[in-house]
């Protein structure tokens, strides 16, 4: 029976979740003209043995302006030895302010996981802000994309975009 190796994926995606919290809480260089702001962070390792491969995967981010608030997160991880697979995948999010929303879903298999986490905050006469992360995995690679967006009247929304994909050797 083949010994399942979950380390790397959840060592990475704790690694992961505790440097996107530093990295949004310190600032961001998206901030527009009205005070809203945007940013986005993603990260992802792969590793190959003698007996498999493994790998991580994450992307997050946050949006604020006026009265709105909205964050989403998504990690993912994949372990194959021997033909065997074990995969594991988290999100989430929050939005507040106004009329918030917040949905978040994993469905698939250790061959193909897919999740999404879609947060966003509205109020009167067009503040809102939207975070929206999708995350995917199985044995064949790894990918997190987080898109995190701010609006007040009177310009463009301010926004921030990270893609992150890990490809993993088949074996």
């Not at 940013?39 to 790998?55: E, K, Q, Y």
């Not at 507040?96 to 109020?123: C, I, K, P, Y």
Request: glycine letters at 22%; aromatic letters at 2%.
């Amino acid at each position: 029976m083949a010994k399942k190796r979950w380390g790397p994926a959840v060592l990475g995606g704790a690694l992961f979740a505790g440097v996107a919290a530093a990295a949004l809480a310190q600032g961001n260089p998206n901030v527009g003209a009205g005070g809203s702001s945007a940013s986005t962070l993603g990260t992802g390792g792969a590793s190959t043995g003698a007996g498999g491969t493994s790998g991580t995967v994450g992307s997050g981010g946050s949006a604020a302006t006026g009265g709105t608030s909205a964050s989403s997160l998504g990690t993912a991880g994949t372990s194959t030895d021997n033909g065997e697979t074990g995969s594991s995948m988290g999100t989430g999010g929050s939005a507040a302010g106004g009329r918030a929303m917040s949905h978040s879903f994993v469905h698939g298999t250790a061959n193909h996981l897919n999740g999404q986490s879609m947060d966003q905050a509205h109020e009167q006469g067009g503040v809102w802000s939207k975070s929206h992360t999708h995350t995917t995995g199985g044995p064949h690679g790894l990918s997190s994309r987080t898109k995190s967006m701010a609006h007040e009247p009177g310009g463009p929304p301010v926004q921030s975009t990270t893609d992150t994909s890990v490809p993993l050797s088949g074996r």
